[in-house]
């Protein structure tokens, strides 16, 4: 079975420069980072950014971190509007704002080697029609892939509660609709499938297996969107660890915790805590049962 590659989000570390985050990191044992897109670290509309993605690189390889490159920056784009503009806005313009940060992801991601870019569709916006709503993602999306596919980094998009993609079967909707591309895939969010899914976690992820390409992970409560510190919510996370080392998932599995930077160096040891115990369990398991 595939070893759990762990890391921890940048978005749970908002109050450390981005090289004190990542060598705490390091120092912890972390194997890597999900690294957010946002101003208080790789900021994506500062000058200079390929040559301060260079110099990234050259750390994160000095650390022996790999990474992930995430897009969900409250306000990197508009500060008014959390998230906005979206894939979805009313706006072609706001529209394309969106798609040139998910194609400057791209961009960052290759130039780091990242295993793959995060991103979600957005919410709904007021007053339009689910059909109009779903032809604007399939556009806005369509260039991204593209540049996806050129840069050989899978496009890893997220359900979450309360945008259009919310779920495994809007997921499921979507890469049909897109005529299942090569290099779109999914970012499974444990607590989101706590939250919201009919299935059980585990379930989640052997359901989502063939296109999972980046996972997320942190407690949480049924119908409550709430990102837990572990043991604070009600998911049985070693069955969840023994299906992503079942699925083959070679990726990192990142602790995401956006709400909690306020002590982020404490929950980070924490949460590795917590994860190695919980995979002991789950290999316990699975060595009982082949016994």
């Given at each position: 079975?595939?070893?759990?590659?762990?890391?921890?989000?940048?978005?749970?570390?908002a109050d450390l420069r981005l090289d004190d985050a990542l060598a705490l990191l390091a120092d912890l044992g972390y194997d890597g980072v999900g690294l957010t897109l946002d101003h208080m670290h790789l900021?994506?509309?500062?000058?200079?950014?390929?040559?301060?993605t260079a110099r990234l690189a050259r750390r994160l390889e000095a650390l022996g971190l790999t990474v992930a490159v995430e897009t969900g920056a409250r306000y990197v784009l508009d500060p008014r509007r959390k998230h906005?503009?979206?894939?979805?806005?009313p706006d072609p313009g706001g529209r394309a704002v969106r798609?040139?940060?998910?194609?400057?992801?791209?961009?960052?991601?290759?130039?780091?080697?990242?295993?793959?870019?995060?991103?979600?569709?957005?919410s709904n916006p007021g007053n339009t029609d689910p059909d109009t709503a779903w032809k604007r993602l399939e556009e806005s999306l369509a260039p991204v892939l593209d540049a996806?596919?050129?840069?050989?980094?899978?496009?890893?998009?997220?359900?979450?509660?309360?945008?259009?993609?919310a779920t495994l079967d809007d997921f499921r909707r979507l890469r049909r609709a897109l005529g299942g591309p090569a290099p779109l895939g999914l970012t499974l969010d444990i607590g989101h499938c706590q939250c919201l899914e009919p299935e059980p976690p585990a379930d989640c992820v052997r359901a989502a297996a063939p296109w999972l390409r980046h996972v997320q992970i942190?407690?949480?409560r049924r119908g409550v969107h709430e990102h837990l510190p572990f043991g604070d919510g009600e998911i049985d996370f070693p069955p969840v660890l023994e299906a992503l080392a079942a699925a083959g998932y070679r990726g990192?599995?990142?602790?995401?915790?956006?709400?909690?930077?306020?002590?982020?160096?404490?929950?980070?040891?924490?949460?590795?805590?917590?994860?190695?115990?919980?995979?002991?369990?789950?290999?316990?398991?699975?060595?009982g049962a082949r016994s």
């Open positions: 079975m595939t070893p759990l590659r762990l890391g921890y989000g940048t978005n749970g570390l900021d994506p509309l500062a000058p200079g950014l390929a040559a301060r906005g503009p979206s894939l979805l806005d798609r040139e940060l998910l194609t400057t992801a791209v961009r960052v991601a290759a130039d780091l080697g990242a295993h793959a870019v995060h991103c979600f569709s957005g996806a596919a050129a840069a050989g980094v899978p496009l890893a998009v997220e359900p979450e509660p309360g945008h259009l993609i942190e407690d949480m990192l599995t990142v602790v995401e915790l956006p709400r909690h930077s306020h002590a982020g160096p404490e929950l980070a040891r924490r949460s590795l805590e917590f994860l190695r115990t919980a995979d002991a369990a789950r290999a316990a398991r699975t060595n």
